[in-house]
Nanobody, 131 residues
């Protein structure tokens, strides 16, 4: 059973940084794509970034990321981290990680809500950015 547990969220002032972590168990990272998405109630969920192994580590980011987000794999913790720098109030959201079939990785990044039933999801970690 694949289980994902997010941590690292909190309240931070604009311009600050946070490192979110997605601790994974019950799966092999080499077999999945793992992604971070974010959601604000009343708005559509946004894919943020994905990571998988294909020869080397491959990453993909949503256009709005603009260099402020970095996704990485911590093999010692078996976790996927999301570093967010220069936080802005519009980054306030619930952040979730998901494990997805690798063939769906890019599509999930564009439309994560299409995979609510087709991926493994964590319960999320809340990020609040105060201006």
């Amino acid at each position: 059973q694949v289980q994902l547990v997010e941590s690292g969220g909190g309240s931070v002032q604009a311009g600050g940084s946070l490192k979110l972590s997605c601790a994974a168990s019950g799966y092999s990272f080499s077999n999945y794509c793992v992604g971070w998405s974010r959601h604000v109630i009343g708005r559509e969920r946004e894919g943020v970034a994905t990571i998988y192994i294909d020869g080397g580590v491959r990453t993909e980011y949503a256009d709005f990321v603009k260099g402020r987000f970095t996704i990485s794999h911590d093999s010692a913790k078996n976790a996927i981290d999301l570093q967010i720098d220069n936080l802005k109030p519009e980054d306030t959201a619930m952040y979730h990680c998901a494990a997805i079939n690798r063939r769906d990785c890019s599509d999930w990044l564009r439309r994560p809500r299409a995979y609510y039933g087709g991926a493994y999801w964590g319960k999320g970690t809340q990020v609040i950015v105060v201006a």
